[in-house]
């Protein structure tokens, strides 16, 4: 199993560029998030999935826009990416909606995301 | 809304044991987490406590959980420099799935 994987690992994007953070997982896992980390801030969510065609806005969404069309796939759109979003990305999945310890969530390595 | 609050910065001497305080809002909450982030890395899970435990043990790590003072604590024994991370507080349970992270305490340890 790869896990959970995105791509880029890191971007630079001219203000009002836009472009789309991807995250695939393969371990059959319903619920997906995204989470941007910001120095002092600690994690945020974004966006989040609890299976394939549903989702649903997070703490910050403002910005972004994202969408379920696989189990293993959910990608986040910066529609037109604005300094403030300056961040680290980080997508993560779990295996069912429930909270518990089996249900730990698996986070990827992080997309750092510069915009300039 | 729910909260989990964490100091940000702690400094150990190598070989000394680190203590890792979170205090959270949720009183229904039912799982609590400690999450470890190294750097130029995503979380990954440490450790975990139900709810209706006080105390739990792995290896060098022992998680403290007092619910009435809804306080968590992560020790960690014998500090070594392979330490040194983000150590994230996190609960769910209640009427939300979904995590609550705290702002992560930056663990730094010197020889």
């Known amino acids: 199993n790869a896990g959970v994987t995105q791509t880029p690992k890191f971007q630079v994007l001219k203000t009002g560029q836009s472009m789309t953070l991807q995250c695939a997982q393969d371990?059959?896992?319903?619920?997906m998030s995204w989470y941007r980390q910001d120095p002092g801030m600690g994690l945020r969510l974004i966006h989040y999935s609890v299976g394939a065609g549903i989702t649903d806005q997070g703490e910050v969404p403002n910005g972004y826009n994202v969408s379920r069309s696989t189990t293993e796939d959910f990608p986040l759109r910066l529609l037109s990416a604005a300094p403030s979003q300056t961040s680290v990305y980080f997508c993560?999945?779990?295996?069912?909606?429930?909270?518990?310890?089996?249900?730990?969530?698996?986070f990827g390595p992080g997309t750092r995301l510069t915009v300039l | 809304g729910e909260d989990v609050e964490q100091s940000l910065f702690l400094s150990v001497r190598e070989g000394d044991s680190s203590v890792i305080n979170c205090t959270y809002t949720d009183s229904s909450s039912t799982y609590l987490y400690w999450y470890k982030q190294e750097p130029g890395a995503g979380l990954q899970l440490l450790t975990y406590?139900?709810?209706?435990?006080d105390m739990k043990q792995d290896q060098r790590l022992t998680v403290l959980l007092n619910k009435k003072d809804k306080h968590l604590s992560l020790r960690i024994a014998d500090t070594q420099t392979g330490d040194s991370a983000i150590y994230f507080c996190a609960e769910s349970g209640g009427g939300s799935y979904i995590p609550t992270f705290g702002r992560g305490t930056s663990l730094i340890v010197h020889p």
């Open positions: 993560a999945s779990s295996y069912t909606r429930t909270g518990g310890p089996y249900n730990e969530q698996f």
């Open positions: 406590i139900f709810s209706n435990m």
């Open positions: 371990m059959n896992h319903e619920y």
